[in-house]
């Protein structure tokens, strides 16, 4: 089974922290997302990536930066964690489209973050 | 740029029928479908590619118009588990081999007795 791994399931920062969310998949797959999922407003794409060391920004990248140095990891990094900011994060990841013409995603179980 | 997805909200008994609708303002390479039950992760329901092609999952199926970037999912003789959050997902060729997969708001869907 295609395992996606989010480090944490619960988080609870501090307004002005540097925060790191960790995000593991074990299928080799090629792309990776994050999302940032409230309420009304369905999941919205902050950063995804298709290989290692490559990122494109998504809808809403303001505050947000990514890492991928290993193809299996890709980190959400909040620079200075604001209020609004405390959400569900939820991560994923998918085949590159090609053959066989399957990307479907696989998320992991989210990191519910709140920052104070 | 999330798709648009309608309605935000339905209630069925049992048994009912529903159909939700999913626009996009941008050529698309693909249509997928998730459902998330509280609590929990998405999971994949399918995908439908370019071609306009109608694919099925038990009771649940899609269409996909290609020319007019819409899909609609089909839900019949809904039944007590098929309660969720529904969601499409785009997927856009970026260029150099970037494929990005953008969700919309979702669809609540309430089955009951």
């Known amino acids: 089974d295609v395992k996606v791994t989010q480090s944490s399931r619960y988080l609870v920062k501090r307004t002005g922290e540097k925060v790191f969310l960790e995000c593991v998949q074990d299928?080799?797959?090629?792309?990776m997302f994050w999302y940032r999922q409230d309420p009304g407003l369905g999941l919205r794409l902050i950063y995804f990536s298709y290989d290692v060391k490559m990122k494109e920004k998504g809808d809403i990248p303001e505050g947000y930066s990514v890492s991928r140095e290993k193809k299996e990891r890709f980190s959400l990094i909040l620079e200075s964690a604001s209020t609004n900011q405390t959400s569900m994060y939820l991560c994923?990841?998918?085949?590159?489209?090609?053959?066989?013409?399957?990307?479907?995603?696989?998320f992991g179980q989210g990191t519910r973050l709140t920052v104070v | 740029q999330q798709p648009v997805q309608s309605p935000q909200a339905v209630i069925l008994r049992e048994g009912e029928d529903a159909v939700i609708n999913c626009s996009s303002s941008?050529?698309?390479?693909?249509v997928h479908w998730y459902r998330q039950k509280h609590g929990e992760a998405p999971v994949f329901l399918m995908i439908l590619l370019k071609g306009g092609e109608q694919k099925g999952h038990e009771k649940i199926s899609a269409s996909f118009n290609e020319k007019k970037q819409q899909s609609s999912l089909y839900l019949t003789a809904s039944q007590l588990s098929y309660s969720g959050t529904y969601f499409c997902g785009t997927e856009i060729l970026l260029g150099a081999g970037s494929y990005q997969l953008t969700f919309g708001k979702g669809t609540k869907l309430s089955v009951i007795p």
């Open positions: 941008k050529a698309l390479y693909s």
């Open positions: 994923a990841s998918s085949l590159y489209p090609g053959v066989p013409l399957n990307t479907e995603a696989f």
């Open positions: 299928m080799d797959h090629e792309n």
